[in-house]
């Protein structure tokens, strides 16, 4: 089955970090690029970052809001996205949902999403 | 950044009526602007992709038009399924950008 499977969110304090896990599988993950989109409870959607394919050597490249304090590293033996956060805000707050790019750099799959909620 | 809006933010309207969403983008953006449904609870679900092109299994009442800065989504006639948010989102370039979202809720 072609799919997306989030995890790591959870309850952590202001300065703080924390991992998320993104699962693929049924689909040649190395070909694809991946990002990571967020969503503030009740609020709407917001880029995070992506990771490019293969073909582009793996770089990625972040939005503004998270640049120098997440990191989206892939391994590619595993299936696997991930976004490391560091220096967590409250307004970090959201679901964060792993997406899969397609080539016209729209996002086809989506995973369920993991919540992550910083606060004291 | 890109700036997208949405318009309206909100409508009620009737199972049958065609329901008509416009998304502007602050410069030109082609042709590359994409089509989100998201019921609550749930992630996005592409609908339409390069303004016009319907995603494969989404039914034939949804569609897309225009270039440029103006787009429209249109539902020919609402089903009691597609009562839910529609986000648009531009990408052309990075950081990628999205609508702040139409809820469509039952009149």
């Known amino acids: 089955e072609v799919q997306l499977v989030e995890s790591g969110g959870g309850l952590v304090q202001p300065g703080g970090s924390l991992r998320l896990s993104c699962a693929a599988s049924g689909f040649t993950f190395s070909d694809h690029y991946m990002d990571w989109v967020r969503q503030a409870p009740g609020k709407g959607l917001e880029w995070v970052g992506r990771a490019r394919n293969k073909v582009n050597s793996y770089t990625t490249e972040y939005a503004a809001s998270v640049k120098g304090r997440f990191t989206i590293s892939r391994d590619n033996s595993k299936n696997s996205l991930y976004l490391q956060m560091n220096s967590l805000k409250t307004e970090d707050t959201a679901v964060y949902y792993c997406?899969?790019?397609?080539?016209?750099?729209?996002?086809?799959?989506w995973g369920r999403g993991t919540l992550v909620t910083v606060s004291s | 950044d890109i700036q997208m809006t949405q318009s309206p933010s909100s409508l009620s309207a009737s199972v049958g009526d065609r329901v008509t969403i416009t998304c502007r983008a602050s410069?030109?953006?082609?042709?590359?602007l994409i089509w989100y449904q998201q019921k609550p609870g749930e992630p996005p679900k592409l609908l339409i992709y390069?303004?016009?092109s319907l995603q494969s299994g989404v039914p034939s009442r949804f569609s897309g038009s225009g270039s440029g800065t103006d787009f429209t989504l249109t539902i020919s006639s609402l089903q009691p399924e597609d009562f839910a948010t529609y986000y648009c989102q531009q990408s052309y370039s990075t950081p990628f950008t999205f609508g702040p979202g139409t809820k469509v809720d039952i009149k």
């Open positions: 390069a303004a016009s």
């Open positions: 410069q030109s953006i082609s042709n590359y």
């Open positions: 997406a899969r790019e397609n080539s016209g750099w729209y996002f086809d799959l």
